[in-house]
């Protein structure tokens, strides 16, 4: 009457690691894909860059449809001029407020004297 036990040395042998509950076998593992490496990001999250000739087309574009921009209907305006661009020149600004906000930051800088362009520069509004 002999019970046949395995051997210690070929049992597997289960360790809990500290703190996580999880336990790990000594068993042979079977080798895990390779990890994949990350692709480019997709082209929907580049930055849109526009020319100096479609910087101007979207300063006419904001000017002709600028009677739409009135007080509680901002997002649709500029929404509108989003998709206007699109149709037109066939790129996606994502947000054209904030380039048309950069575009007058740096038309400011350029007509103000030196002096009055370090306290513009400096955050502070200066009355015309």
Not at 19 to 24: C, K, L, P, Q
Not at 43 to 64: G, P, Y
């Amino acid at each position: 009457m002999s019970s046949q036990t395995p051997s210690l040395s070929t049992a597997p042998t289960i360790l809990a690691s500290r703190g996580r509950g999880r336990a790990t076998s000594s068993l042979p593992q079977t080798q895990s894909p390779a990890p994949q490496t990350q692709s480019p990001a997709p082209a929907d999250n580049l930055r849109t860059r526009l020319n100096d000739e479609e910087k101007l087309h979207l300063v006419r574009v904001c000017i002709e449809y600028q009677a739409e921009h009135v007080k509680g209907k901002k997002g649709a305006f500029w929404q509108k001029i989003r998709m206007l661009l699109k149709e037109q020149i066939g790129k996606d600004l994502r947000d054209p407020h904030s380039t048309m906000r950069i575009l007058l930051q740096q038309f400011e800088v350029q007509r103000l004297p030196p002096m009055r362009q370090l306290k513009w520069s400096c955050g502070a509004r200066l009355s015309p």
